[in-house]
């Protein structure tokens, strides 16, 4: 059983072009999170929402735009795309808010820019 | 300005050898402190966390020390096996609160050899 499912796993697509991953986790988790990784792996967090509810939003472009349907699924649109948001992106949840809690990482999205 | 400071950036041991990876961190609001491995092709995975309260904490093979007053967190990895081979990042993050974020390094790659 999938704990935080992520779809796609490969992303390619031009530059100017709109996509969107999708996230779900099934722990019964309050909080999810996207966290970009570079190229270099750095792992940096993008959004948290808990219970639907957008709490940390990150220096991040208003390209990027998180929803979350209900407290189970977050999905991250980005619209026209950049060579620089080439990246893996990565969806967690953890139970309730807060650092303290562990986050449940999902197997991540390869977004490639071209 | 990057707020956790990982060392060294790669790592190679010896197949029953001990790694040891280290951490500094800036801000003294810190207080809560995982470590996440990584394998190729997967999310990060939570190893082992410490809160300041204590300078150590063991779980099977794998200790976190942690000196407050030098800043410094270290991971050791006794008795090394070829399947610890992944990525290991340290992490910080300040209070429990709603939007409180974790802070990541820049991960190392450790390489147990055979």
């Known amino acids: 059983d999938t704990a935080v499912s992520q779809t796609p796993k490969y992303l390619v697509t031009q530059m100017g072009n709109d996509k969107s991953i999708k996230c779900e986790q099934n722990?019964?988790?309050?909080?999810m999170y996207w966290y970009k990784q570079d190229s270099k792996k750095f792992l940096k967090i993008m959004f948290s929402?808990?219970?639907?509810?957008?709490?940390i939003n990150e220096t991040v472009p208003n390209r990027f735009s998180p929803k979350s349907p209900d407290k189970a699924h977050l999905n991250l649109h980005i619209n026209s795309l950049e060579l620089g948001d080439s990246a893996v992106y990565f969806c967690?949840?953890?139970?309730?808010?807060?650092?303290?809690?562990?986050?449940?990482f999902g197997p991540g999205t390869r977004l490639t820019v071209l | 300005q990057q707020q956790v400071k990982q060392s060294p950036q790669s790592l190679i041991v010896q197949k029953g050898g001990i790694s040891i990876i280290n951490c500094a961190y800036e801000?003294?609001?810190?207080?809560?402190f995982p470590w996440y491995q990584q394998f190729p092709g997967k999310g990060p995975a939570l190893l082992i966390a410490?809160?300041?309260?204590?300078s150590e904490k063991k779980e099977g093979r794998f200790t976190i020390s942690f000196n407050k007053s030098a800043k410094q967190f270290s991971l050791h990895i006794m008795d090394s096996q070829p399947g610890d081979s992944a990525t290991y990042f340290c992490?910080?993050?300040?209070?429990?609160?709603?939007?409180?974020?974790?802070?990541f390094g820049k991960g190392i790659t450790l390489s147990v050899r055979p």
């Open positions: 967690a949840s953890s139970q309730g808010w807060g650092s303290y809690n562990e986050q449940f």
């Open positions: 722990l019964g988790h309050d909080t």
């Open positions: 929402y808990n219970n639907k509810e957008l709490i």
């Open positions: 801000n003294t609001a810190f207080d809560y």
């Open positions: 410490i809160r300041p309260d204590v």
């Open positions: 992490a910080a993050s300040n209070g429990g609160g709603a939007n409180s974020k974790l802070t």
